[in-house]
């Protein structure tokens, strides 16, 4: 996989803070386990500001927007607002099947299982949150957005696993991916080839992000879509609305 350069996903800058559109695929931090060659967004922020510190993570398949401090009073400055739920962000996704949401508000708590698994739990769980708005419908798929109150891992992945809309790609929660000889009548594949899904991750997105900055002013943050995102949309558009 290329690793794409570090200041070319840059979408704000100041003296403390840097912004990113984070590509799939790559971890937010270093893999426990992996080994050292494995590249993580921390390590290519590092590379780029020396006391670069990473406010948050998203899981290493989803894109988007994503903040670091340049230093520790930023880093400070970032993190409380986190804990105090107070950074409001937004994310794209693509469901399986047609789902109507209109402030559908999902309250309820996930557990921290281990080995990279969440599971929802009245008794042992951490309060979550999530607020969800359907914004376009396609005949199989809808796209929504969703906006986390709370920020438990997998948070919008098993949230939405509870509607049985499943995000599009996510087989941890059974979501199914998506294929053009779904969507596209008449495909034809040639002999002996094996077809491969429009998108090869789950198709999640950090699509913008609000926060304070250190002079006190309120940024918002929009992160454009990456290319295979844009591509299942685009598809979406074309054999399936």
């Known amino acids: 996989m ?3 350069k570090f200041a070319d996903q840059i979408l704000f800058e100041n003296d403390d803070i840097i912004v990113v559109n984070k590509p799939p695929f790559i971890s937010s931090l270093d893999e426990r386990g992996e080994g050292s060659s494995e590249i993580s967004m921390l390590r290519l922020a590092k590379a780029y500001s020396e006391d670069a510190q990473i406010c948050h993570r998203l899981d290493k398949e989803t894109s988007g927007a994503l903040i670091f401090a340049k230093h520790p009073e930023a880093y400070r400055w970032v993190s409380m607002q986190f804990e ?8 794209h996704a693509v469901i399986d099947g047609t ?16 080995k990279g698994s969440v599971t929802i739990s009245r ?3 951490k309060q979550a949150e999530t607020w969800f708005n359907s914004l376009k419908y396609y005949k199989h798929y809808t ?5 986390p109150v709370t920020g438990r891992m997998h948070q919008i992945r098993i949230h939405l696993a509870t509607q049985r809309a499943s995000i599009a790609g996510d087989e941890m929660y059974k979501g199914q991916p998506v294929f053009l000889s779904k969507l596209k009548r008449k495909y034809h ?13 789950f198709a999640l997105h ?3 992000v609000t926060f304070k900055l250190m002079n006190g002013e309120d940024i918002t943050i929009h992160a454009p879509y990456p290319k295979d995102f844009e591509t299942l949309l685009k598809l979406l558009d074309k054999f399936d609305s």
């Open 84 to 91: 105090r739920r107070k950074v409001k962000k937004v994310y």
């Open 143 to 147: 796209l929504v957005e969703c906006r």
């Open 99 to 114: 789902h109507v949401f209109e402030d559908l508000q999902i309250d309820l708590p996930i557990l921290n299982v281990g």
């Open 206 to 208: 950090a699509y913008e």
């Open 2 to 4: 290329k690793i794409p």
């Open 123 to 125: 008794q042992e769980g």
């Open 189 to 201: 594949l040639g002999k002996e080839q094996e077809e491969l899904p429009i998108m090869k991750r």
